[in-house]
Nanobody
C-alpha cells in the first residue's frame, strides 16, 4: 500500500502563487510515477503535472506549462507542485496520485493510489 498526503492548498488572488506538497509513504516508489490532478465541479479529474520518480522526467498539461513546476525530494519522499501566475480557472481540488504504469500518465484510470486532495481557490 502507498499513502499520499497532500498539503498546501488555500485561497489566493489571481496572479498569485501556491505550493502544494504530497508526502508519500508505504511501498517503495522508486519505479513509480507521481502526478497531480485537478478536479473542479464542472469537469472530470484532469492531469496537471507528473514526474517519473527515479529519472525526474516531468510532464505538464498545456494549461500548466510555463506556470507550474513539479519536483520531488527523494530524501523526503515528497513531491511538490509550485503554481505561479494562478488564474481563477485553476480552482479545484488537487489530488496527488501514484502509478507504476505510466505509459498513459494523463489517464486518471492508470493510477493505483490517491491522496485525499487539497482545495485550491483562485479569486478574480
Amino acid at each position: 500500500q502507498v499513502q499520499l498526503v497532500e498539503s498546501g492548498g488555500g485561497l489566493v488572488q489571481a496572479g498569485g502563487s501556491l505550493s502544494l506538497s504530497c508526502a508519500v509513504s508505504g511501498h517503495s516508489i522508486s519505479d513509480s510515477y507521481l502526478a497531480w490532478f485537478r478536479q473542479s465541479p464542472e469537469k472530470e479529474r484532469e492531469f496537471t503535472a507528473g514526474i517519473r520518480w527515479a529519472a525526474g522526467i516531468t510532464h505538464y498539461a498545456d494549461s500548466a506549462k510555463g506556470r507550474f513546476a513539479i519536483s520531488r525530494d527523494t530524501a523526503k519522499n515528497t513531491v511538490y507542485l509550485q503554481m505561479n501566475s494562478l488564474k481563477p480557472e485553476d480552482t479545484g481540488v488537487y489530488y496527488c496520485a501514484a502509478t507504476w504504469s505510466y505509459l498513459a500518465y494523463t489517464n486518471k484510470n492508470s493510477y493505483n493510489f490517491w491522496g485525499q486532495g487539497t482545495q485550491v481557490t483562485v479569486s478574480s
